[in-house]
């Protein structure tokens, strides 16, 4: 007797990973009705107003990849935020708690420019 091997159905592999089903391989930008496709990114601010506050992206599909080295020392401390963290009841993995990090870090830094946390850091390593 065969052995058949049971696989996702295309609904599986393809579904959303966004609420609201928004999210589009960048091929699929060319279907978007035209006043969609003219959106301009929430983090650019109009002419004399302030920018929204920044968001870290959350549980979405990323399409860009970025390797980051760090030491064991500071994986050890980003493993160690992440359990006292679940330990609190919210569970999130560390690449979800280096993009809120890194939201925050360029949130200071929008709002207080050179006088920013991140800037002061940069200038003591």
Not at 1 to 18: G, I, Y
Not at 65 to 77: A, C, G, N, P, Q
Not at 83 to 107: F, P
């Amino acid at each position: 007797m065969p052995r058949r091997v049971s696989l996702p159905s295309a609904d599986d592999l393809f579904r959303p990973t966004s609420p609201d089903g928004s999210d589009r391989s960048p091929g699929e930008a060319a279907e978007r009705p035209a006043e969609q496709a003219v959106d301009q990114p929430a983090d650019q601010p109009v002419h004399g107003a302030r920018p929204a506050p920044r968001r870290p992206s959350g549980r979405v599909r990323h399409d860009e990849k970025m390797t980051v080295y760090v030491t064991s020392e500071e994986l050890h401390d980003l493993e160690q935020a992440r359990l006292t963290l679940r330990r609190t009841g919210l569970t999130v993995d560390r690449g979800r708690l280096v993009r809120a990090a890194i939201a925050l870090a360029l949130a200071g830094y929008e709002q207080d420019g050179e006088d920013s946390a991140l800037v002061q850091r940069l200038r003591d390593a």
